[in-house]
């Protein structure tokens, strides 16, 4: 019989939701830093916070109301991050996950045993 090789087709996540969410906001605050972005592009971001808090929704029914909310807020920030410059934003991505490499990449296991050594043999 031949041997089964293993899917390429489903790749485990590196990181959780939360994560990314994280490190999504982190960029979104450093580009908005970077004076290399353009002024009037970092009016994205804020205009879409400004719409969560704005009395008036697209759509006034109760559930779909916060669900437009989310989308006007994923929306402005993944525009806002596509329309900043590459290299801008490939810099602080590779800053933000720079550390996040030296603990991922520590694949040693040591294995040791404890020893209770008592007071008085000090």
Not at 21 to 26: A, Q, T
Not at 36 to 57: C, E, G, I, T
Not at 109 to 118: K, L, N, Q
Request: aromatic content about 8%; overall charge negative; charged content about 25%.
């Amino acid at each position: 019989m031949a041997e089964k090789k293993p899917s390429n087709l489903m790749v485990p996540p590196k990181s959780g939701m939360l994560r990314d969410l994280v490190m999504r906001l982190k960029l979104i605050l450093r580009l908005m830093g970077d004076r290399r972005v353009n002024f009037f592009l970092k009016f994205l971001p804020l205009a879409s916070l400004a719409y969560l808090v704005w009395p008036f929704d697209l759509v006034p029914l109760p559930v779909i109301g916060a669900l437009d909310d989310a989308a006007i807020l994923w929306l402005g920030s993944y525009i806002f991050v596509e329309l900043c410059p590459p290299n801008v934003v490939q810099e602080h991505m590779k800053a933000l996950t720079s550390n996040m490499d030296l603990v991922e990449s520590n694949d040693e296991i040591v294995d040791s045993e404890a020893t209770y050594v008592p007071e008085d043999k000090k």
